[in-house]
C-alpha cells in the first residue's frame, strides 16, 4: 500500500493499540491483577501484530521479486520464439540481437555483429521510416517497423519484419483486374464511305466488326458498337499491358482494310489508364480520343490519371476531309466573337515563320474588313519572316505589327487572343499575353501535344490542313465583302502555303489547292511569294557547309552545326529540307546550337514519322515536319540523343 491508505492503515492500528492501553489502564482502578493481565495481552498482541506485518511485506517483496523475473524471462523467450522476424541494432546498425523467425527467414547463418543495412539493403534511417511502405527482399516482401523503447537513450532500436506477401498478392490481383475503357472511333467514317455502294459499306462494315471481335477475344474483354463509326470496349488492366506491348496490332488489322484503290480504314484508340473508377477511365478515355484524333488518327493514347499519355502508331497521314461544314461554322462563331470584343490580337508562335505570320497577317486583313481594331503581336528582332513584315508594312496605310510588351500594356479584360499556327503554351509568343486573356480563340494544323491550349473558346483543329495559311484562307472565304482584300494579305497567307507545302509538293490536299485558288483571286503574285523565299549569298553559302557535313544514319541525314550566326534557324531549316533530296534518305535532321541549346529541324516526307521522334525529345510538329529544343547540352550530346531516339524510332517500327 502506497499514499493515503497506507497513512490511514498507520493511523488506525496506532489508534487500536492506544485504545487497548487505554482500557488496561482503566481497570487498574478496579483490580490490579487484571491491569495486568490486560496490559500483557496488549503487548502480546501488539507485537504479534507487528510480527506479522513485517514478515507479510517480505513475502510480498519475494512474490513480486519472483513474478517479474519470470514475466521478463517470458518476455524474452516471446520474442525470441515469436513466429515474425525481429532483430535489435545499436546506433550504427549492427545487429547485437535476432530472433529464431529472423535466421530462418532473412539471414540464415550468423548475424550478430553485421550491418543491417548490408545484409537487407536498408539504412537505419529507412528502417525507422518504412513502417509507411512494404520493403522487397530476397525471401520475400515483408514490411519494416522500428520500435524505439526509450526515446531519450536510441543506442538501440528493434526491428520487426511483417510479412506482407499475401496482402502484395492480393493487390495486384486486383489492380491486374481494375477495368479499363477504350473508346475506339473509325477515323472520317463519312468521307470515307461517301463515294461507295451500299454492298461495299456492308462488306467493309463487316470487316471492321471482326477487327472488333478479335480485338476482344484476344483481350478477353467486352467490345460493343454504339454508332457506325464508335465502339467502346472494357478490358482488365493486365490485357492493357499485353496491348501496349504488342503496339496496338488492332490498328494495323484495320489497316489492311482497303476502301477503292486508295483509302484504308484507320482507327483512333482512346484509353483511360488507373482510374479509380468506371466512369473516371470513361472520362480519360474519352481525352485520349481527342488528343489521338488532334494528332492525326490512326494512332491509340492512354492518359494516365496524373495527366501524361502514352501514344503507339501514328504510321500514316491524317486523312483530309471532303467537307467544309465544319469551316463554315467556325467562321460563324468566330466573327460573331470578334464582334462582341472590344479589340483583337493575333499572335503566333516564337521566331514566327513564314505559316504563322502569313495565317495572322490574313486574319488581321479579314477582321479589318469588319472595322475592328485588331493587331498582330510580333518580336520582330526574333522574327523568321522579317520581308512579310516589311512588305506589308511599306504597301499599307496603316501598321498591323505590335510588340508583345505594348499590346500586354493595353490589353483589356474584353479583348479577344487569337492564336494561329500553334497551340503549344511553352512556344507561343507571348505567353504573359496569354495568361492575360480571358477569351482566346486557336487555329492550328500541328499535331496535338500534350501541353496544348485547353482554354480556349474557340479550338480550331486540323491536322491535315497543310498550313495554318490554309485554314484561315477557308475561314475569311465566308466574309462578306472579303472580295476587297488587299492582295498583299493574300501574298503573305499563299507564302505560308508555300513554305509549309514545300512549293505544294507535302501535305497538300484538294482542300490545300482550293484556298490556294482562292487566295489567287484576292489578287496574291506568285513571283511576289517567291522573291519572298530568296536568300542572301551567305546564307546560301552556310547552308551549303551544314548540309555537305551531313552523314546517313539508318536511312536519314543527320548534320549539325556549332556555329552561331543571326540567321541559323532558316539555314538549319533549308538544309534540312534540302537533304531529303538525297538517294536512300527517308528523313533529315539538322542540329544547331545557339544560346547554350541544341536546336533540331526535322523533315521527311513520310516513310519516317519525325513527329514522334523529336518528341522523344521534348519537341513535337507533324509527321513530316516537327523540331524541337534542349537547353545546356553540348553538341556531342545533342547528336547522341538524336542517334538514340532515330535507333529507338526505327526499333519500334521494326517491332510492330
Request: hydrophobic share 40%; charged share 25%; with cysteine.
Amino acid at each position: 500500500m502506497k499514499g493515503k491508505k497506507w497513512t490511514l492503515f498507520k493511523l488506525v492500528s496506532m489508534l487500536l493499540v492506544i485504545v487497548s492501553m487505554y482500557s488496561a489502564f482503566n481497570v487498574a482502578s478496579v483490580s490490579e491483577v487484571r491491569f495486568w493481565v490486560c496490559l500483557g495481552l496488549t503487548a502480546c498482541t501488539s507485537i504479534a501484530y507487528l510480527a506479522l506485518f513485517i514478515a507479510s511485506q517480505q513475502n510480498l517483496h519475494t512474490f513480486l521479486t519472483e513474478m517479474k523475473s519470470q514475466i521478463n524471462l517470458t518476455e524474452r523467450d516471446s520474442l525470441y520464439k515469436f513466429p515474425a522476424p525481429a532483430a535489435i541494432i545499436d546506433k550504427e546498425g549492427k545487429i547485437i540481437w535476432y530472433n529464431i523467425a529472423f535466421n530462418e527467414r532473412i539471414y540464415e547463418h550468423d548475424a550478430f555483429g553485421m550491418d543491417i543495412e548490408r545484409l537487407t539493403g536498408i539504412s537505419i534511417e529507412k528502417a525507422l521510416e518504412a513502417h509507411d511502405g512494404a520493403v522487397d527482399y530476397f525471401s520475400g516482401d515483408y514490411r519494416i517497423t522500428a520500435v524505439v523503447t526509450d526515446k531519450e537513450n536510441t543506442d538501440l532500436t528493434l526491428i520487426c519484419f511483417e510479412d506482407v506477401r499475401d496482402y502484395l498478392k492480393l493487390k495486384k490481383e486486383v489492380d491486374e483486374k481494375r477495368p479499363v475503357v477504350m473508346m475506339i472511333m473509325v477515323d472520317n467514317y463519312d468521307d470515307l464511305f461517301s463515294d461507295i455502294k451500299e454492298s461495299e459499306k456492308a462488306h467493309i462494315n463487316i470487316q471492321i466488326d471482326k477487327v472488333m471481335e478479335g480485338f476482344s477475344e484476344d483481350s478477353g474483354g467486352l467490345v460493343r458498337k454504339i454508332s457506325n463509326d464508335r465502339f467502346i470496349a472494357v478490358v482488365e488492366s493486365r490485357y492493357l499491358d499485353k496491348l501496349c506491348a504488342g503496339r496496338f496490332k488492332m490498328l494495323d488489322k484495320a489497316r489492311e482494310i482497303t476502301v477503292g484503290d486508295r483509302m484504308t480504314v484507320t482507327l483512333s484508340v482512346g484509353v483511360g489508364r488507373d482510374a479509380d473508377s468506371i466512369s473516371e477511365s470513361e472520362q480519360l478515355a474519352k481525352q485520349a480520343l481527342d488528343m489521338a484524333l488532334g494528332r492525326g488518327g490512326d494512332q491509340a493514347a492512354i492518359k494516365n490519371p496524373d495527366g501524361t499519355f502514352e501514344f503507339f502508331g501514328g504510321v500514316s497521314k491524317g486523312v483530309e476531309k471532303q467537307t467544309k461544314v465544319k469551316t463554315r461554322i467556325i467562321s460563324t462563331a468566330l466573327f460573331e466573337l470578334v464582334n462582341q470584343s472590344e479589340k483583337v490580337y493575333i499572335m503566333g508562335h516564337r521566331f514566327g515563320d513564314l505559316d504563322s505570320l502569313g495565317a495572322g497577317a490574313g486574319l488581321c486583313g479579314a477582321i479589318a474588313k469588319t472595322d475592328k481594331y485588331v493587331r498582330f503581336v510580333v518580336d520582330k528582332s526574333k522574327c523568321l519572316a522579317t520581308p512579310i513584315i516589311d512588305r506589308l508594312t511599306e504597301n499599307l496605310e496603316e501598321d498591323i505589327f505590335i510588340s508583345p510588351d505594348e499590346a500586354i500594356a493595353e490589353f483589356t479584360e474584353k479583348s479577344l487572343l487569337i492564336i494561329v499556327d500553334t497551340q503549344n503554351k511553352d512556344i507561343l509568343e507571348s505567353k504573359e499575353l496569354y495568361e492575360k486573356a480571358k477569351q482566346i480563340v486557336v487555329i492550328d494544323h500541328h499535331r496535338k501535344v500534350v501541353n496544348y491550349v485547353d482554354n480556349a473558346v474557340i479550338f480550331h483543329h486540323e491536322p491535315y490542313a497543310s498550313s495554318a495559311s490554309e485554314m484561315v484562307a477557308e475561314l475569311i472565304q465566308y466574309l462578306t465583302g472579303i472580295d476587297k482584300l488587299s492582295s498583299y494579305y493574300a501574298d503573305a497567307m499563299l507564302a505560308g502555303i508555300t513554305l509549309d507545302t514545300k512549293n505544294f509538293i507535302m501535305r497538300t490536299g484538294v482542300r490545300t489547292f482550293e484556298a490556294a485558288a482562292f487566295l489567287r483571286k484576292l489578287g496574291a503574285d506568285t513571283v511576289a511569294v517567291k522573291k519572298l523565299f530568296s536568300n542572301t549569298a551567305e546564307i546560301y553559302k552556310r547552308r551549303s557547309e551544314l548540309i555537305a557535313s551531313s552523314e546517313i544514319h539508318k536511312n536519314c541525314a543527320v548534320a549539325i552545326t556549332d556555329k552561331e550566326c543571326a540567321d541559323i534557324r532558316v539555314i538549319a531549316a533549308q538544309a534540312a529540307d534540302e537533304m531529303l533530296s538525297i538517294q536512300g534518305v527517308d528523313a533529315s535532321f539538322t542540329v544547331y546550337m545557339q544560346g547554350g541549346a541544341a536546336n533540331y529541324s526535322a523533315r521527311s516526307y513520310g516513310a519516317i514519322n519525325v513527329q514522334i521522334i523529336m518528341e522523344k525529345l521534348g519537341g513535337g510538329g507533324h509527321q513530316t515536319m516537327a523540331g524541337a529544343m534542349i537547353r545546356d547540352i553540348s553538341p556531342e550530346e545533342a547528336m547522341n540523343k538524336l542517334l538514340s531516339a532515330i535507333d529507338e524510332y526505327v526499333e519500334s517500327i521494326s517491332a510492330s
